[in-house]
């Protein structure tokens, strides 16, 4: 089983960022891709950012196209997405969660929840006016 937990959740002002990151642990397979989905209030979960096992490839919600940025620490098995530019809209549970078995691949498959097999709880992001 893979564990993830994500954590950098917070309160912050419009025009503020943060950085959340998300640990995995447990029997972490070689070669996965991660990815970022949020969920707010009375909505259903969106998919925000994807990225290769590599580091190379990434995907963005263009939502968050140029304020958001997706990166990972495989020796860490870490990955991270800063927010820049935060918006009222953005407030929402982050969640992260591995493509298990999948390094990359047509960027439609990796914006499918269906895609991915593990998922953390989620963190609380809320931007306030």
């Known amino acids: 089983q893979v564990q993830l937990v994500e954590s950098g959740g917070g309160l912050v002002q419009a025009g503020d960022s943060l950085r959340l990151s998300c640990a995995a642990s447990g029997r972490t397979a070689r070669g996965y891709a991660m990815a970022w989905f949020r969920q707010a209030p009375g909505k259903e979960r969106e998919f925000v950012a994807a990225?290769?096992?590599?580091?190379?490839?990434?995907i963005y919600a263009d939502s968050v196209n140029a304020r958001f940025t997706i990166s990972r620490e495989n020796a860490k098995n870490t990955m991270y997405l800063q927010m820049n530019s935060l918006k009222p809209e953005d407030t929402a549970v982050y969640f992260c969660?591995?493509?298990?078995?999948?390094?990359?691949?047509?960027?439609?498959?990796?914006?499918?929840?269906?895609?991915?097999?593990?998922w953390g709880p989620g963190t609380q992001v809320t931007v306030s006016s």
């Open positions: 990225i290769a096992w590599s580091g190379e490839s990434s």
């Open positions: 969660a591995i493509a298990a078995g999948y390094v990359w691949g047509p960027a439609f498959h990796f914006k499918q929840e269906s895609r991915y097999d593990y």
